[in-house]
């Protein structure tokens, strides 16, 4: 499918939900530090896709969708509640506890890297020399961030460790991204598929809280459940039919600048909320970082032959 033209970008139909999305993905990644204080993260995902979970088989309904899916649809769902919405996320909540929310969500942004290497690998999609310099240089200015969140870091707090639950968080849901673009997704209502995925991922998510941190923690605070209805609500069962939509829409290039603004957002967010320092350093790493993105998302695989 080819590309749309820059210009649709401005069409309102185009433009809000890709603005929409961007906000409210940007603001999760801070959202999500007032579930993992006084709550194990494990508990907190689960929570957060156990009221998911149900708002999105609505969904399906009120769009009247088909919730009946053939076996490989459903082996499909299997396999990205255990990569999207359990691995990614338990990943990603876990990473916070040793990283500000802004660099977590600059890591994970940087899931556009081993998407074109499994596309590449899967999809028989090439691999531009203008995305590998632009990938250099956006890995450049990670790490130059990380650097900056170490110096910043209370003594004890493991940045390094954080880094790599992110980037595992980052791979999950890069795997997740790829194998649902095959033909048993393509077959099934997307609403449907994400409604199965969540309530797997759930189920996975509840089995290894339960493992690990023993009965259901309950927080009785009020602000941690508007919270997780946020994650929930809107940040899961808005965002990712509208996202999904607009990667049908623009072609999956065009669609993922929208990554590169939750990024800004985020940053900004984490900058005003959790009073983010801007030393030269960051400041340095996180113009690469941007600059590397886009120099890498405007150098995109593209299909062998096309």
């Given at each position: 499918m080819s590309e749309t033209p820059p210009?649709?970008?401005?069409?309102?139909?185009?433009?809000?939900?890709?603005?929409?999305?961007?906000?409210?993905?940007?603001?999760?990644?801070?959202?999500?530090?007032?579930?993992i204080a006084e709550v194990p993260p494990a508990w907190s995902v689960t929570w957060r896709f156990m009221l998911a979970t149900p708002a999105m088989f609505t969904l399906a309904l009120i769009m009247r969708k088909r919730l009946a899916m053939p076996g490989r649809a459903h082996r499909l769902a299997l396999l990205m509640g255990l990569f999207q919405?359990?691995?990614?996320?338990?990943?990603?909540?876990?990473?916070?506890?040793?990283?500000?929310s802004g660099i977590v969500a600059l890591l994970i942004g940087m899931m556009l890297v081993p998407n074109a290497v499994l596309g590449r690998v899967l999809l028989g999609q090439v691999i531009t020399a203008r995305f590998v310099v632009g990938s250099v240089i956006a890995l450049a200015g990670i790490a130059l961030l990380l650097v900056n969140e170490a110096r910043a870091a209370p003594l004890g707090d493991?940045?390094?460790?954080?880094?790599?639950?992110?980037?595992?968080?980052m791979l999950s849901a890069s795997i997740s991204s790829v194998i649902q673009a095959g033909p048993?997704?393509?077959?099934?209502?997307?609403?449907?598929?994400?409604?199965?995925?969540?309530l797997y991922g759930t189920l996975f998510d509840a089995a290894i809280a339960w493992a690990l941190f023993g009965m259901p923690v309950v927080p009785r605070?009020?602000?941690?459940?508007?919270?997780?209805?946020?994650?929930?609500?809107a940040g899961s069962v808005i965002t990712f039919p509208l996202y999904y939509e607009l990667v049908r829409k623009l072609g999956a290039g065009r669609a993922a600048y929208n990554g590169v603004l939750v990024i800004v957002i985020a940053m900004?967010?984490?900058?005003?909320?959790?009073?983010?320092?801007?030393?030269a350093l960051a400041i340095a790493g996180g113009a690469l970082a941007i600059v590397g993105l886009l120099v890498a998302l405007r150098g995109r695989q593209v299909r062998a032959g096309s």
């Open positions: 210009h649709t970008l401005l069409r309102p139909a185009i433009a809000l939900p890709f603005v929409v999305v961007a906000l409210i993905w940007g603001s999760t990644w801070f959202v999500i530090t007032t579930q919405f359990c691995g990614n996320y338990m990943f990603v909540y876990w990473s916070e506890l040793h990283l500000t493991s940045v390094a460790l954080g880094a790599l639950l992110a980037l595992t968080a048993a997704g393509r077959d099934v209502p997307l609403v449907s598929l994400l409604a199965w995925a969540m605070d009020p602000a941690y459940w508007l919270g997780t209805a946020w994650l929930a609500l900004a967010v984490s900058t005003v909320l959790e009073g983010y320092h801007w030393s």
